[in-house]
């Protein structure tokens, strides 16, 4: 599967990168987050959140389970790390989070995969696996559905635009590139065990 990849150096690129992610999203849309514990989930949120409009500090839902912002459209943010089962997700009201009228982030959407729709974009932000920069972050875009592919090519345009304006070089540098995905599991089919 075609996914984009690009490597953030800082928890400011990674807003950066959340905000260019912000021009091409409308109310219906579903991004799933994945990725290490601490790896920068919301503060990839925040830069998204903040290109959005939302003047409020957007903070992990971790122990609240879901976050509301005002921006320019309605942004649902939902945690579910602390979930131990798809029924605790369905009951917290999952279907009713899936607001055509709103925006909904889902960190540690892999957990509840078999419940995303079809078309989203999942996110994975890991720790580098080299070890080298304890600030360095991979970032794997994987689109799933044809908009979202082209929403994917949108923001690596506008992010390579902010992640060169930002930089300390003098030459510009092409930051994402496109990868394959292995073993991509299909996400519409429940897991055997039925747990988050």
Same mark, same amino acid.
């Given at each position: ?90 009951? %917290? ?25 079809? $078309? ?35 923001? $690596?345009?506008?992010?390579?635009? %902010? ?11 092409? $930051? ?21």
């Amino acid at each position: 599967m075609r996914a984009l990849s690009v490597v953030s150096r800082s928890p400011e690129e990674t807003r950066i990168v959340g905000a260019s992610l912000a021009p091409v999203l409308l109310p219906g849309d579903v991004i799933s987050l994945s990725g290490d514990l601490g790896a920068g989930k919301t503060v990839f949120v925040q830069g998204l959140a903040t290109a959005l409009g939302v003047q409020r500090r957007v903070t992990s839902p971790t122990f609240v389970i879901v976050h509301e912002y005002e921006g320019r459209f309605p942004i649902l943010h939902l945690d579910v790390y602390r979930l131990d089962s798809f029924q605790e997700v369905l009951d %917290l009201g999952f279907e009713e989070l899936l607001d055509p009228e709103a925006i909904l982030l889902v960190e540690w959407g892999d957990a509840v995969a078999p419940l995303l729709p079809r $078309r989203h974009l999942d996110i994975i932000i890991k720790h580098p696996e080299n070890g080298d920069d304890p600030q360095h972050r991979s970032m794997i875009f994987r689109p799933w559905g044809p908009e979202w592919v082209f929403k994917v090519d949108a923001m $690596r345009t506008t992010g390579e635009t %902010l992640l060169n304006a930002a930089s300390s070089e003098d030459v510009a540098e092409q $930051r994402f590139a496109e990868t394959l995905v292995s073993q991509v599991r299909d996400h519409r089919q429940p897991r055997e065990s039925g747990e988050v």
